[in-house]
C-alpha cells in the first residue's frame, strides 16, 4: 500500500510542477500571438489580456499575400534540411571514429573542433565576407549551407563521440566474430542504437540554421533566395517595425520546427535501450 | 594500427574536419593579422602592423576587467540554471507512469522553437516598469513593490539573465533525455532489488551514463553563453542602463564596431578567444569528457 | 550517397542565369514600410518602361545598411545605388566609396533641387536627398489637446492635467507627454532650446555647457518633478501608449506618422514649444534622406544608373511618397505643388524644420553619441548630477573621437 501512495503522491507532484512550468514557459509565447493578433503594429500594451480589443488576423492575411512569406518558407526548408543531412551524415561517422579508435593527434583533433566555437562571430564575418567573395560563393546557397554545417559540426561530432562512448564495444566485437568488417559493425550494430543522439545531431543542424539571419544576411543578396530570418527583418525597421506581421512571421517560423521535434522526438524516446538488444 | 583501419579513419574523420577547420582557419588568421594592425576607419584601406599596441589598449582600459567578470557570472549562472532544469524536466518526462509526455515535451520546447528577436524583445516589454507582465504579477499576487528592472543596472543583468535561461533550457532538456535513453533498465532494476534510494540511484547509475552526453553540450554551452550577444543586445537595448549591462561580445561590438575600430576590436576578440579556451581546456579536464563511460 | 546528389541539385538551382543584355541594377534602402511600397511601385513603373533594365530593390535596416555597405562596397562590390541618412556620408566619404555626384550631373539639374535637400561635404555632392526630414516633432491627441502648446511652460500644464488615473486602481493610465527619452537624438530639441549644441565648426564637442546642464535638469525634471512622462519609457512604450490614446502628447519623426494614421489616432503636429527661460525654438537635427551613387559602378553601367537615379530624385516620385507619407519633398517643383501646400501636417512639419538645425555628417558624431548616452541615462536614472553629466560626456567625447581617429 505505502509503494502506491507514494507513486501516486510522486505522479501528482509531478504533473503539478509540469503544469506551472510549462504554463510559465509559454506566457511569453502567448505574448507573442496577442502581439499578432494586435491591430496597429503595437509591441506593447497597457493590458494584459492575451486576446486583445480589436483583436484581427489581418497581420496573418498580410504575411500570406503581400510577403513573399512562402517563398522563404521554401528556401529556408532547402538549406536547413540541407545542413541536417550533411550534419548527421558528417557527425555519425566523425564521431564514430573518435569514439572507437586511438591515433596520433586524436586529442589535439577533438580539442581542435571546440576551439572552432570559441571566436566571437561578429569578428569572423568581414573576413568570411572576403574569402566568400574570393571563390564565388556569394549569393548562393552552397556558401550558406557550407558555413551553417561548419558552425553546426563541432556540437554535433562532440553528441555522437560522447553517445557511441556509452555503447560497449563488446558488441561491434560480437559483430565482426560473426563475420562483418568495421564498416558493417557500425552501419548494422552500432548505427540503430545510437538513434537518440542522431536525432539531436538532426534538430540541432536544423534548428541552428532555420532562424540564422547575420550570415545569410550577408551572403545572399537577392529576394527570391531569401530566407525566413532575412524576410522577418525587413518587417524590422529601428523606428518603424511592423510588429504584428512580424509577430505572426516568427509564430509561423517556429511551426516547422516544432513539427520536426514532433516526428524526430518519437526517435528520440525510442526505447530502443541496450536492454533490448541481447546476443 | 593497420593501413586498413587508417583509411577508414580518414574516411570517416576528414569531410568533418575540412569542412569545420576549412571555414574557419582563413577568418582566423585574418583577425590574428588584424589585431596587430591600425586597421580603423581612418585606416581602412592602408592599414599596417603595429605590433601588439592594441592588446595594451585591452588591457589597460579598466572596463574590461568588470566586464569580464560580468561575463563569468552571466555564462556560469545561466549554464548552471539551464542544466539543472533540463536534466530535472528530463528526469520529470522521463517517468513512465506519466501521460501527456508528448504534449508537455512539444510546448516545453517552444522557447527554443521560436525565434529569439522577438521573444528577446517580448521579455522585454514583460519587463517593463508600468506594463510589463512581470511586475504586475509580482505587485498582485505576491504583494511586493515592483522591480524598476530595465533601469538599474543590477536588475537589468537579472532581467537578460532570466530570459536567457527561459530561452538556454529546452536545449539541455533534449539532450538529457537522449542522455537518459542509454542507460540499460536492469542497472535500476538490480538498485531496486539492492534497496538503492533515489539519490543513490541517481548518483551511481544516471550520471555516468548522463555525463558523456551532457559534456559537449555542457562545454559548448559555457561557449555560447559566453559569446551570446544577442539577448544581452536586445533585452538592455543595447546596455542600458547607461552602458552598464554588457558582457564581453557586447562591449566589442559597442565599442568597436559603431566606431569602426576594427584592430581593437579583433585584438579584444582574441583575448576573449583565448579566456575562452582557458575555461574550456580546464572545463574539459574536469569532467574527462574525452573519455567514455566504459573505459 | 542520396545527401550528395541532393547537394548536386541545390547547386543547380543556385547557379543563377544571366541575361548578358540585360541591365542590372541594384539599390539598397532602409525606408521604413510605408516608403518602401512607393519605392517599389515606382521601381516597376521605370521597368515598365525600360524592358532591358532590371532594377532589384533591396531593404536593410539602417546600421546594418551602413555596415554592408562599408563591407561590400570597400571589397570592390555592392550594390549600385545606395539610399540613406545623411549621416551615412561622413563615414562612407572617409573610405571613399561614393562618387562626387557634382561630377555626374550638371548644374541645370542640380539647380532644380532646394538647397536643403542637397548634401555638400568638403566641397562635393554626396547625396541628393528625395525628402528632407528625419526630425522630431510635437505630435497631439486632438482628443486630449485642444491647443498645442507654444511654451514649455504650458505644455507642463498641460501635461499635469492630463496626467491621471482613470479607472481609480491607483495606476496612473493617462500621460502628458510620451517620447524615447532616453536616447540622446530625442535629446537634442531640448539641448538647443537651451542654446547648446554638439559640437563647434571643426567637429570638437562642445558638452559641457551650461545650456547642456540645463537641458538636462529640465528633461529630468519633466520625470520626476511635473511627473508629467512615465517612468519608463523606451521608443516602443512611447508609440503604444499614443497609439491607445493614453498619451496627450509625444515627441516623434515623420518616420512614425504613417503608422499613427494607420492606428487611427486623431492627431496633430506642431512645433516643440519654445523654452522660456530662453525663448528659443527647440531646434531637432533635420537631415536628408537621399541617394548617393558606389564608386564601383562601372563605366559602361553609369549612364543607366544616372538614368534610374533621376527617376527616382524626380518631383513625380517624391510626390508619390508625400501623398502616403507627408515627407517633405526636395525638388523645388514639387515644394510648390498644391499636395504640399495644402496638407496641414505637412506645412506643420515644414515649420518645425525650418527651425531645426542641420546634423552634422562627420564622422565624429557618433562618437559624441555614444558619449553622451550613458551619461545622458544616469542623469535620468538619478545616479549623476547634471553638471557632472555634462562635464563625463565632453570627457568621453573628447577621448572616443581620438579613439576612432587613431
Redesign the interface.
Known amino acids: 500500500m505505502n509503494e502506491k501512495v507514494k507513486?501516486i503522491l510522486i505522479?501528482f507532484s509531478?504533473?503539478l510542477?509540469?503544469v506551472i512550468?510549462?504554463s510559465l514557459?509559454?506566457?511569453?509565447?502567448l505574448?507573442?500571438v496577442s502581439?499578432s493578433l494586435r491591430p496597429a503594429d503595437k509591441?506593447?500594451?497597457?493590458s494584459?489580456s492575451i486576446i486583445p480589443e480589436g483583436a484581427t488576423l489581418s497581420s496573418y492575411i498580410s504575411l500570406f499575400t503581400e510577403t513573399l512569406f512562402l517563398r522563404w518558407l521554401l528556401n529556408s526548408t532547402l538549406i536547413s534540411l540541407a545542413v541536417m543531412i550533411t550534419g548527421v551524415t558528417?557527425?555519425s561517422?566523425?564521431g564514430?571514429?573518435?569514439?572507437r579508435?586511438k591515433?596520433f593527434g586524436k586529442?589535439a583533433?577533438?580539442?581542435?573542433?571546440?576551439?572552432?566555437?570559441?571566436?566571437?562571430?561578429?569578428?569572423?564575418l568581414?573576413?568570411?565576407y572576403?574569402?566568400l567573395i574570393k571563390l564565388k560563393l556569394l549569393n548562393s546557397y552552397l556558401g550558406v549551407i557550407?558555413?551553417y554545417?561548419?558552425?553546426a559540426?563541432?556540437?554535433c561530432?562532440?553528441?555522437m563521440?560522447?553517445?557511441?562512448?556509452?555503447?560497449?564495444?563488446s558488441l561491434e566485437e560480437a559483430a565482426r566474430i560473426d563475420g562483418c568488417n568495421?564498416?558493417q559493425a557500425f552501419y548494422k550494430v552500432v548505427f540503430p542504437l545510437a538513434l537518440?543522439?542522431l536525432?539531436?545531431t538532426a534538430?540541432?543542424s536544423f534548428?541552428s540554421s532555420w532562424?540564422e539571419y547575420v550570415v545569410a544576411a550577408q551572403i545572399l543578396q537577392e529576394p527570391e533566395l531569401y530566407t525566413l530570418?532575412i524576410g522577418?527583418k525587413q518587417f524590422?525597421s529601428s523606428m518603424a517595425t511592423q510588429w504584428g506581421l512580424?509577430?505572426a512571421g516568427?509564430?509561423f517560423?517556429?511551426i516547422p520546427?516544432?513539427l520536426l521535434?514532433?516526428i524526430l522526438?518519437r526517435y528520440?524516446?525510442?526505447?530502443?535501450?541496450?536492454?533490448s538488444v541481447k546476443g | 594500427?593497420s593501413k586498413?583501419?587508417?583509411i577508414?579513419?580518414i574516411?570517416?574523420?576528414l569531410?568533418?574536419?575540412i569542412?569545420?577547420?576549412?571555414?574557419?582557419v582563413?577568418?582566423?588568421v585574418?583577425?590574428i593579422v588584424i589585431s596587430l594592425s591600425?586597421m580603423?576607419?581612418?585606416?581602412?584601406?592602408d592599414w599596417r602592423i603595429i605590433g601588439l599596441k592594441q592588446y595594451v589598449k585591452v588591457f589597460s582600459e579598466g572596463i574590461f576587467y568588470s566586464v569580464f567578470f560580468k561575463t563569468l557570472i552571466w555564462t556560469f549562472v545561466n549554464v548552471s540554471f539551464h542544466v539543472l532544469i533540463g536534466v530535472f524536466?528530463a528526469l520529470?518526462?522521463?517517468?513512465k507512469?506519466?501521460k501527456f509526455k508528448?504534449i508537455?515535451?512539444?510546448?516545453?520546447?517552444?522557447?527554443?522553437?521560436?525565434?529569439?528577436?522577438?521573444?528577446a524583445?517580448?521579455?522585454r516589454?514583460?519587463f517593463?516598469?508600468?506594463?510589463g507582465?512581470i511586475n504586475?504579477f509580482i505587485a498582485k499576487y505576491l504583494n511586493l513593490s515592483p522591480v524598476?528592472w530595465?533601469?538599474?543596472p543590477f536588475e537589468a543583468f537579472t532581467a537578460c539573465i532570466i530570459t536567457n535561461v527561459?530561452l538556454g533550457f529546452p536545449?539541455m532538456m533534449?539532450?538529457a533525455?537522449?542522455?537518459l535513453?542509454?542507460?540499460?533498465?536492469?542497472l535500476y532494476e538490480a538498485a531496486e532489488i539492492d534497496g538503492a534510494s533515489a539519490w543513490q540511484k541517481f548518483k551511481n547509475i544516471t550520471l555516468p551514463?548522463l555525463r558523456?552526453?551532457m559534456?559537449?553540450?555542457i562545454?559548448?554551452g559555457i561557449?555560447?553563453t559566453f559569446?551570446n550577444?544577442n539577448i544581452v543586445w536586445l533585452v538592455s537595448?543595447g546596455g542600458?542602463?547607461?552602458?552598464?549591462t554588457h558582457i564581453?561580445?557586447s562591449y566589442?561590438?559597442?565599442a568597436a564596431?559603431?566606431?569602426?575600430?576594427?584592430g581593437?576590436?579583433?585584438a579584444l576578440?582574441v583575448v576573449?578567444?583565448f579566456i575562452?579556451?582557458a575555461i574550456?581546456?580546464y572545463f574539459?579536464k574536469k569532467t574527462r569528457?574525452?573519455?567514455?563511460?566504459?573505459e | 550517397m542520396r545527401p550528395f546528389c541532393f547537394l548536386f541539385l541545390l547547386l543547380f538551382f543556385t547557379s543563377c542565369s544571366e541575361n548578358s543584355d540585360e541591365i542590372r541594377i541594384v539599390i539598397w534602402h532602409q525606408k521604413p514600410p510605408g516608403e518602401r511600397e512607393v519605392l517599389e511601385t515606382a521601381v516597376k513603373k521605370y521597368m515598365a518602361e525600360h524592358p532591358n533594365v532590371k532594377v532589384i530593390v533591396l531593404y536593410k535596416e539602417t546600421e546594418e545598411l551602413r555596415?554592408a555597405y562599408?563591407i561590400s562596397a570597400?571589397a570592390g562590390k555592392g550594390p549600385d545605388i545606395v539610399y540613406g541618412p545623411s549621416d551615412q556620408i561622413g563615414?562612407f566619404e572617409?573610405?571613399e566609396i561614393i562618387k562626387p555626384l557634382e561630377e555626374i550631373f550638371d548644374t541645370g539639374f542640380i539647380n532644380q533641387f532646394d538647397p536643403r535637400g542637397l548634401l555638400w561635404y568638403k566641397g562635393h555632392l554626396y547625396q541628393i536627398g528625395d525628402q528632407i526630414g528625419n526630425h522630431l516633432f510635437l505630435l497631439y491627441n486632438k482628443k486630449l489637446v485642444k491647443k498645442p502648446p507654444e511654451k514649455m511652460s504650458e505644455l507642463i500644464r498641460i501635461g499635469k492635467e492630463l496626467t491621471k488615473d482613470i479607472d481609480g486602481d491607483g495606476?496612473?493610465d493617462q500621460y502628458g507627454l510620451v517620447w524615447n527619452y532616453?536616447e540622446p537624438f530625442f535629446f537634442i530639441p531640448f539641448l538647443t532650446g537651451f542654446g547648446g549644441w554638439v559640437m563647434d565648426s571643426t567637429g570638437n564637442p562642445t558638452l559641457n555647457t551650461e545650456a547642456t546642464v540645463r537641458a538636462l535638469q529640465f528633461v529630468r525634471d519633466l520625470k520626476d518633478k511635473y511627473k508629467i512622462v512615465?517612468?519608463?519609457c523606451?521608443y516602443?512604450?512611447a508609440d503604444a501608449l499614443f497609439k491607445e490614446g493614453r498619451a496627450g502628447m509625444l515627441i516623434n519623426g515623420p518616420w512614425s506618422v504613417g503608422g499613427y494614421k494607420k492606428a487611427g489616432v486623431d492627431f496633430g503636429i506642431a512645433k516643440i514649444p519654445r523654452v522660456d527661460e530662453t525663448g528659443l525654438w527647440p531646434a531637432p537635427m533635420v537631415a536628408i534622406k537621399g541617394y548617393s551613387i558606389n564608386v564601383n559602378v562601372s563605366e559602361r553601367k553609369l549612364p543607366y544608373v544616372i538614368d534610374l537615379f533621376k527617376y527616382l530624385v524626380s518631383p513625380e516620385v517624391q510626390l508619390e511618397h508625400t501623398k502616403a507619407l507627408g515627407t517633405i519633398p526636395t525638388h523645388k517643383k514639387a515644394l510648390e505643388s498644391e499636395i504640399v501646400k495644402a496638407d496641414p501636417l505637412i506645412q506643420a512639419s515644414i515649420s518645425q524644420m525650418e527651425v531645426g538645425k542641420p546634423m552634422p555628417v562627420v564622422?565624429e558624431l557618433?562618437?559624441i553619441w555614444?558619449a553622451m548616452?550613458?551619461?545622458y541615462?544616469?542623469v535620468l536614472?538619478g545616479?549623476i548630477s547634471p553638471e557632472e553629466a555634462a562635464e563625463k560626456m565632453q570627457q568621453l567625447a573628447i577621448k572616443?573621437i581620438e579613439?576612432?581617429?587613431?
Do not use: C
Open positions: 507513486k505522479d509531478a504533473y510542477f509540469l512550468f510549462t514557459t509559454i506566457y511569453p509565447v505574448n507573442v502581439i509591441l506593447l500594451s497597457t494584459l558528417l557527425a561517422t566523425a564514430y571514429a573518435l569514439s579508435f591515433f586529442k583533433v577533438m580539442i581542435g573542433i571546440l576551439i572552432t566555437q570559441m571566436f566571437p562571430a561578429t569578428m569572423l568581414l573576413p568570411l572576403i574569402m557550407i558555413v554545417t561548419s558552425t559540426l563541432p556540437f561530432v562532440w553528441q563521440k560522447g553517445y557511441y562512448d556509452t555503447i560497449p564495444v568495421q564498416f537518440p543522439a536525432v539531436i534538430l540541432f534548428m532562424a530570418a522577418l524590422e512580424y509577430a516568427s509564430l517560423v517556429s520546427a516544432v521535434f514532433l522526438s528520440l524516446i525510442s526505447g530502443l535501450t541496450l536492454g | 594500427m586498413r583501419q587508417n577508414f579513419i574516411a570517416f574523420l569531410p568533418a574536419v569542412v569545420m577547420f576549412g571555414v574557419i582563413y577568418p582566423f585574418y583577425n591600425n580603423s576607419l581612418r585606416h581602412f584601406r524536466l520529470v518526462l522521463n517517468r507512469s506519466l508528448p508537455f515535451r512539444t510546448l516545453l520546447i517552444l522557447p527554443w522553437a521560436i525565434p529569439q528577436v522577438i521573444t524583445l517580448t521579455w516589454s514583460m517593463n516598469y508600468e506594463y507582465a504586475i524598476e530595465l533601469l538599474r527561459w536545449f533534449v539532450v533525455l537522449g542522455g535513453q542509454s542507460i540499460p533498465q536492469e551514463f558523456p552526453v559534456a559537449p553540450a562545454t559548448l561557449i555560447w559569446n550577444l537595448n542600458e542602463p547607461a552602458d552598464q564581453l561580445v566589442v561590438y559597442k564596431f559603431n566606431l569602426y575600430r576594427y581593437y576590436a579583433s576578440s576573449i578567444f575562452l579556451l574550456g581546456l574539459l569528457a574525452v573519455e567514455s563511460v566504459y | 555596415s562599408i570597400v563615414v572617409v573610405l495606476k496612473i532616453t512615465p517612468r519608463e523606451d516602443n512604450t564622422p557618433r562618437a555614444d548616452r550613458p551619461y541615462q544616469a536614472g545616479t572616443k579613439e576612432m581617429n587613431e
